[in-house]
């Protein structure tokens, strides 16, 4: 909390008024800021920050209704506190008027000692408490903000997480874990009268072969590039996963053509075909692979999601030893 004194603007054109108010304040604990007129009154509070402004009524030029006025129409000015002092009787007109211009109170001349000091000891508090609650709200806002940090942190460590633990690390598919899930959910989906969908098992043909003549960095690099090609050549609602090694699974949503099925399995057979060049410490190189298809088409009478995983694992079988590089379906 500041410790600076809070300040006051006494505004009079009489110098031994504003000497006797000097002196009158001199305990008030705040810091005294003199004014001999309208326009140096207006200056002053341009510059410093008042708790409360003791401001003449009849003054030469401009009087304490004019300055108050101009005071509120300034945004920054309009809340500041005015404690009218006037020699003259003032009538209930008079006070209206200044009560419209920001006046809060007014003191009578010849000003009384005890009034003066209670009424400005008032104003301090009000003031001392406005500033403490300014404080208080902008610290509160600085830790709101802090909090908005540091939860926007932890649900994107959260996130980061969740995503490690259902995607792969090498390729970023989904791994066996959520592809289960998935699966499930399209069992369930069909079953309760969605669409059908397929299960296509892939297999990377010759993959072993680059492993060994590369080293394991430029599988782990074909890997990644299969993986592109495979999310390339699926629609958003299909799910593409890696199971393990270069075994990779494709869960075709929203089935009801089986030729498009095949002959969607067998573009992306091409696709996958299709070389891949490569680098690696050893300098650039290309590779050569191919993938084997087997795939199974989700029925009522299915059962388990492991028996859908069977049968597109046999006809996956089918298609490696009936020569690689295609695509079986399961009888």
């Known amino acids: 909390m500041s ?3 809070p300040k006051i603007l006494v505004v009079d054109d009489t110098l031994a008024n504003r000497v006797a108010m000097r002196r009158l304040l001199a305990r008030s604990g705040a810091e005294l800021h003199e004014a001999a007129s309208g326009n140096e009154a207006l200056a002053l509070c341009l510059e410093h920050e008042f708790a409360l402004i003791l401001l003449d009524v009849n003054m030469p ?8 006025a101009l005071l509120s129409d300034a945004d920054q000015l309009k809340d500041t506190p005015i404690i009218f002092v006037t020699a003259a009787y003032v009538d209930d007109v008079n006070r209206l008027k200044g009560y419209r211009h920001g006046a809060v109170d007014y003191i009578a001349k010849p000003v009384n000692d005890l009034i003066l000091q209670s009424k400005v000891r008032v104003f301090l508090e009000l003031y001392a408490a406005r500033v403490a ?20 942190e932890r649900e994107r460590v959260e996130a980061k997480m ?26 369930r989906y069909a079953a309760e009268g969605g669409p059908g969908f397929a299960l296509a098992l892939l297999d990377i043909d010759g993959f072993k072969g680059v492993n060994d003549r590369h080293g394991h960095p430029a599988g782990d690099t074909l890997l990644q590039a299969i993986a592109a090609r495979l999310k390339l050549n699926s629609r958003a609602r299909d799910t593409v996963a890696r199971l393990g090694g270069d075994e990779f699974a494709l869960i075709v949503g929203e089935l009801d053509d089986l030729p498009v099925l095949m002959k969607r399995c ?12 490569l680098v690696s410490a050893q300098g650039s190189f290309v590779v050569n692979v191919s993938a084997s298809v087997g795939i199974a088409l989700w029925s009522a009478d299915t059962g388990a999601d492991e028996a859908l995983i069977q049968a597109a694992d046999r006809a996956l079988y089918q298609a490696k030893e009936s020569g690689k590089n295609r695509c079986v379906l399961a009888s």
Do not use: W
Not at 61 to 68: L, R, Y
Not at 137 to 150: A, F, G, T, V, Y
């Open 3 to 5: 410790t600076s004194k």
């Open 61 to 68: 030029g401009m009087d304490g209704f004019e300055v108050a």
């Open 133 to 152: 609650l300014e404080q208080t709200l902008e610290e509160l806002s600085e830790r709101n903000d802090q909090l908005q940090l540091e939860i926007a």
């Open 162 to 187: 969740r995503h490690q633990a259902t995607h792969d690390m090498l390729t970023g598919l989904p791994n066996r874990t959520l592809f289960h899930d998935r699966l499930q959910a399209a069992m």
């Open 266 to 277: 067998r573009e992306l057979c091409t696709r996958l075909a299709e070389p891949y060049p």
